[in-house]
Antibody, heavy 119, light 106 residues
Framework: QITLKESGPTLVKPTQTLTLTCTFS??????????VGWIRQPPGKALEWLAL???????RYSPSLKSRLTITTDTSKNPVVLTMTNVDPVDTATYYC???????????WGQGALVTVSS | DIQMTQSPSTLSASVGDRVTITCRAS??????LAWYQQKPGKAPKLLIY???ILESGVPSRFSGTGSGTEFTLTISSLQPDDFATYYC????????FGQGTKVDIK
């Protein structure tokens, strides 16, 4: 059974760096074809893909946010960490981490973590 | 960037209705399309991938068709549990979601 859980601050000040952690179970990020991604959803708005890391440490970033995002993991490959620099109130959203199937769709989602950016 | 456009944005329907949601891609994505269902306060749930393949455990009243740039999600007989927001997503070139279609009670 695959589960993912996001953790991190609920409130961040503008210009600060946001760090979110995705801890998962039921799969290994060392398995060929597997990935872990991050998606966000501002209140009342649509989903937006942010970043993704594959089993082989290949990384992908949203072109519009690439300069502000870093996705990493360590040698144990769990958890996966997303950092976003220079946050703004428009970054207020629920942030989800996802399991990426070898065919590239998102088949398991975490429960989400609401992050508010406000002074 | 590939843009995904869903229509309608909101759909009012009754239990038992046949419901169709359309998703258009700004360029061909072959069949690299998924559909998700999201209920208020919950994470999205995968319904369909590769345009027409039903995820395990998803009721057979859900179906998906299409290829290239035009896709549809159909619910053959709307059930009370189906009132939710539906998103399409392309995964041909990075990942992009549509703006969502809210299915509410008529």
């Amino acid at each position: 059974q695959i589960t993912l859980k996001e953790s991190g601050p609920t409130l961040v000040k503008p210009t600060q760096t946001l760090t979110l952690t995705c801890t998962f179970s039921g799969f290994s990020l060392t398995t060929s074809g597997v990935g872990v991604g991050w998606i966000r959803q501002p209140p009342g708005k649509a989903l937006e893909w942010l970043a993704l890391i594959y089993w082989d440490d290949d990384k992908r970033y949203s072109p519009s946010l690439k300069s502000r995002l870093t996705i990493t993991t360590d040698t144990s490959k769990n958890p996966v960490v997303l950092t976003m620099t220079n946050v703004d109130p428009v970054d207020t959203a629920t942030y989800y981490c996802v399991h990426v199937a070898p065919s590239y769709y998102f088949d398991h989602w975490g429960q989400g973590a609401l992050v508010t950016v406000s002074s | 960037d590939i843009q995904m456009t869903q229509s309608p944005s909101t759909l009012s329907a009754s239990v038992g209705d046949r419901v169709t949601i359309t998703c258009r891609a700004s360029q061909s994505i072959v069949t690299w399309l998924a559909w998700y269902q999201q209920k208020p306060g919950k994470a999205p749930k995968l319904l369909i991938y590769e345009a027409s393949i039903l995820e395990s455990g998803v009721p057979s009243r859900f179906s998906g068709t299409g290829s290239g740039t035009e896709f549809t999600l159909t619910i053959s007989s709307l059930q009370p549990d189906d009132f939710a927001t539906y998103y399409c997503q392309q995964y041909d070139d990075y990942w992009t979601f549509g703006q969502g279609t809210k299915v509410d009670i008529k």
